[in-house]
């Protein structure tokens, strides 16, 4: 086990504080729907993507940013103020390929700005659709990992959870793991990897996004390599 790099879950950015995550990859998780459309707009050719954690600072930036649309949600409904939603199905290439998108979601982009603030050197973005894209960087590396579930507003989700399980099955020969949420991420996602469309059913975000019609968006993002880039941040914004 000697040499090789560690490898933590963090289930809510609630308890982000409680580790040290200088110097290490973070991985933003928030798979319903930041971050499943963070690959998308990318594997559909947007430019880049600047993700904000502020409504007003959304907005002052695409007005600031040529060829560029604003975008964002809060509870599930598109932000007053801004163009577009976090559904990735708003983004296919004929629309979004050589476009800046600034983006501003419920938990996401406010977790991607904290790990930096906490010293992080890598901040990259999971989610199914790029689940392969996001394993074989984690294995390239020789870095210590951290999967940073972005919950809902703190509160410990599945979708995330799952999907840091799904990492944690691929990259785990590669990493020493002494984590019981990751072991517990990966327990979870062993037992449900075969019928993910109707497990994430159960889910208090299904209820909460299925309200508003995109019950086709959520299976999208639990559905694997369809966007199969690696988003990561550098100089401010999300680029492959």
């Known amino acids: 086990m000697a040499g090789k790099p ?9 308890l982000l504080d409680i580790y040290d995550v200088t110097n290490s990859i973070v991985v933003v998780i928030d798979v319903f729907r930041a971050t499943s459309t963070i690959a998308t707009a990318l594997y559909n050719g947007t430019d880049k993507i600047i993700p904000v954690d502020a409504v007003d600072k959304c ?16 509870d599930g409904k598109v932000i007053e103020g801004l163009q577009h939603g976090n559904s990735p199905a708003e983004y296919p290439r004929n629309f979004i390929e050589g476009k800046t998108l600034v983006l501003t979601t419920t938990n996401g982009t406010k977790l991607l700005h904290m790990a930096l603030n906490n010293g992080a050197s890598t901040v990259i973005t999971g989610s199914f659709p790029n689940l392969s894209a996001v394993c074989n960087y984690l294995m390239q590396q020789q870095k210590n990992v951290f999967l940073g579930c972005s919950a809902w507003k703190d509160r410990v989700n599945i979708e995330d959870t799952l999907f840091a399980g799904a990492v944690v099955e691929t990259v785990k020969e590669h990493f020493t793991i002494h984590c019981d949420s990751s072991l517990m991420a990966a327990e979870m996602y062993a037992a449900h990897k075969n019928d993910m469309y109707s497990f994430i ?20 993002c639990v559905t694997k390599d369809v966007a199969n880039v690696l988003p990561i941040y550098k100089e401010g914004a999300l680029v492959i």
Do not use: C
């Not at 560690?6 to 609630?14: A, E």
């Not at 907005?59 to 809060?74: C, L």
């Not at 159960?202 to 999208?220: C, I, P």
């Open 6 to 14: 560690f490898l933590y879950t963090i289930v809510s950015p609630r």
């Open 201 to 220: 059913r159960k889910t208090t975000h299904w209820h909460r996004l299925a309200q508003y019609g995109l019950e086709k968006d959520l299976e999208y």
């Open 59 to 74: 907005i002052a930036i695409g007005k600031a940013t040529p060829n560029s649309i604003t975008a964002g949600e809060r």
